[in-house]
Nanobody, 114 residues
Framework: QVQLVESGGGLVQAGGSLRLSCVAS????????MGWYRQAPGKQRELVAI???????TYADSVKGRFTISRDNAKNTVYLQMNSLKPEDTAVYYC????????WGQGTQVTVSS
């Protein structure tokens, strides 16, 4: 079982930046894919970005060019650098790991004020 602990959320003004971190209990080099999802009030959880074991990345169209996902295998940590934040980025952000099953963190709130 993989345990995931997110951090780095908070309140930021539109145009600002935040960096989310997700520390995994397993070696990230052994995990097939890790990613970030988000869920805004009244909406379904949606993919933000994923990074696969081989290094390939996928981004939601809404965050391309603004968000960057990266992985530090030495620290078993995945990051999401979020720049040029918009009010519509406000959501709870969840870390996800795929290692046989899907594993989720507890979520971290990101609030972007206009």
């Amino acid at each position: 079982q993989v345990q995931l602990v997110e951090s780095g959320g908070g309140l930021v003004q539109a145009g600002g930046s935040l960096r989310l971190s997700c520390v995994a209990s397993e070696s990230t080099s052994s995990i097939y894919a890790m990613g970030w999802y988000r869920q805004a009030p009244g909406k379904q959880r949606e993919l933000v970005a994923i990074i696969r074991r081989g290094g390939t990345k996928t981004y939601a169209d809404s965050v391309k060019g603004r968000f960057t996902i990266s992985r530090d295998n030495a620290k078993n940590t995945v990051y999401l650098q979020m720049n040029s934040l918009k009010p519509e980025d406000t959501a709870v952000y969840y870390c996800n790991a795929v290692l046989g099953d899907n594993y989720w963190g507890q979520g971290t709130q990101v609030t972007v004020s206009s």
